[in-house]
């Protein structure tokens, strides 16, 4: 293919630009910028890294919270044509220091109040010539600020790139082992942005505005992308800890139209007071994903806040891009025939969706197998991980790792990780079903049920169960009670486990493999020899 033939995706940015120059493009407590400001940043900082020998390319980590820089880099990277590596700014040093390691970076951009995260980075990797602090650098080190400065005022030329050339190097969460790099592309990303428009929030225009309540490493920044392309503003939160009140604050003081989430935040918000406290009838489009989200937590979220709930599946080798289900195929009354309760919803535009068996045959309508998909939005692999990019895209379909069902309108039911699955009594039982009744117990607030070791029926399923504040004691027995008739008996947990909190990823979803440490640690389990 002719490389000129593809956008370069930094194009985005500097159309916006043109078009809305005064327009508020990011909003963080009292400060504000326009669409002209940070595009002046931008170039301004790509002919800053140019003079410094960075090119085409180059891998850029950098480790941040959400601020002006965090939402801006990764223009500067697409501009370039270098790859960008965001990072969690929860992580710890090691677990940054690995993945500056592996994705060969050459520079780190990086908060000041993280020395401790390029100390173990420059122990780790030989490669690291550059380090590039926002706020006050140490010495070696250049300052975010300065660089911009120094070549403020000058146009930036964008890279020539091909419908391959890698952008982004995105990272699974590493909730089954060793982070991986999914390399995402030009070609992939201008696909995604285009169908998250189309499908997760049609008609966005510069009117709009969108609120970022998580990391703009993964989701939230593919979600601030679509934002940039039609020139609606996004607001920070002042910091990062998460207020639900001031969200809603927010929320009404800047008429927030959409935002990206997960179902763990959505949940702590629609259970916050300030929620009936605050206007928020502006809200069009209350986009979660990375997990799915239980019917208890999804009727709670419809009956506060009215059709605004889109969710879709995916993950980060697709960028989100599986199945989407849309406001007006949620609904909090379930005999109502648009509730779809418990689907994650329909194909996204220009993807296909199939449930595959262990030799990569379709099972048949309503069977349980792997979710697949293959269309535009796919990958093109895991950087220097050729067997695992192998493994992940055999038979010429990603797979997702998780199972599921589609039925006979073609709609996706996702019945939990493949790795979640249990075997008792030689039956397979999927936990999140049982989660699903469990969660209808007006004193449960979260849960997580996981299969363990167990002499006599091989594996046996134990629930970790979070109450909610105003709950008294809750028994075994009622649990067990609350469950008959409502699933069948061997799917039940033999044991029940009652914590304060759920141990959670850097993005809010609960991590099973945490909590099965914890009880092992506990000694509440014991792994069978």
């Avoid at 370069?8 to 005064?22: E, I, Q």
């Avoid at 604050?249 to 139209?257: D, F, K, M, Y």
């Amino acid at each position: 293919m002719n490389p000129a033939q593809v956008m370069n995706l930094g194009r985005l940015l500097t159309h916006t630009a043109k078009l809305y120059p005064h327009h508020t493009a990011l909003r963080q407590g009292e400060q504000v910028w326009t669409w002209s400001q940070v595009n002046a940043r931008v170039d301004a900082m790509v002919n800053a890294l140019r003079a410094l020998g960075i090119n085409k390319g180059d891998k850029i980590l950098m480790q941040s919270r959400n601020n002006l820089q965090m939402f801006e880099f990764c223009w500067v990277a697409f501009k370039m044509g270098c790859v960008w590596v965001p990072t969690n700014f929860r992580l710890t040093p090691n677990e940054v220091a690995y993945l500056g390691a592996s994705s060969d970076s050459i520079a780190i951009v990086v908060e000041d109040i993280f020395a401790g995260h390029v100390d173990a980075l420059l122990a780790e990797s030989k490669l690291i010539r550059h380090v590039i602090t926002i706020g006050t650098p140490r010495a070696g080190e250049l300052s975010y600020e300065d660089l911009i400065a120094a070549h403020l005022g000058e146009t930036a030329i964008d890279a020539t790139v091909a419908a391959d050339d890698p952008l982004w190097f995105f990272y699974t969460s590493g909730t089954t082992g060793k982070p991986k790099a999914g390399v995402l592309t030009h070609a992939q990303l201008a696909f995604v942005v285009t169908n998250h428009l189309a499908d997760l929030a049609p008609g966005t225009t510069e009117k709009d505005v969108s609120i970022v309540v998580a990391p703009l490493s993964h989701g939230a920044g593919v979600h601030a992308l679509l934002n940039v392309a039609r020139g609606a503003a996004s607001i920070l939160m002042p910091s990062e800890r998460f207020d639900p009140e001031q969200f809603w604050q927010l929320v009404e003081q800047h008429r927030v139209t959409n935002l990206f989430t997960v179902p763990t935040i959505v949940k702590m918000l629609v259970e916050h007071p300030a929620v009936d406290q605050y206007d928020h009838s502006s809200l069009r489009y209350m986009i979660y994903a990375g997990a799915p989200m239980y019917r208890a937590d999804q009727k709670r979220a419809l009956q506060k806040l009215g059709k605004v709930l889109v969710q879709y599946f995916g993950l980060g080798e697709v960028t989100g891009n599986i199945t989407v289900l849309p406001p007006d195929m949620h609904s909090a009354e379930d005999d109502d025939p648009n509730a779809n309760v418990g689907s994650c919803g329909r194909p996204r535009t220009g993807m296909e969706v199939a449930i595959l068996d262990t030799d990569c045959q379709p099972v048949a309508t309503g069977e349980i197998g792997e979710i697949c998909c293959r269309g535009p939005a796919v990958f093109v692999g895991y950087y220097g991980n050729e067997d695992a990019t192998k493994k992940a895209l055999r038979g010429g379909w990603f797979h997702t790792g998780d199972l599921g069902k589609l039925d006979d309108r073609g709609l996706l039911y996702i019945t939990g990780r493949e790795s979640d699955m249990y075997i008792s009594g030689g039956s397979n039982v999927y936990p999140k079903e049982v989660e699903e009744v469990l969660l209808t117990h007006p004193a449960v607030a979260e849960i997580a049920i996981l299969g363990v070791p167990d002499e006599k029926w091989g594996e046996i399923g134990v629930a970790v169960i979070v109450l909610r504040d105003n709950a008294k004691d809750v028994t075994d027995a009622e649990l067990l009670a609350h469950l008959e008739d409502r699933c069948a008996k061997y799917r039940w947990p033999r044991k029940f486990f009652f914590w304060d909190t759920m141990p959670k990823s850097g993005y809010g979803k609960i991590v099973k493999k945490d909590i099965k440490r914890l009880l092992l640690e506990r000694g509440e389990i014991v792994e069978l020899m």
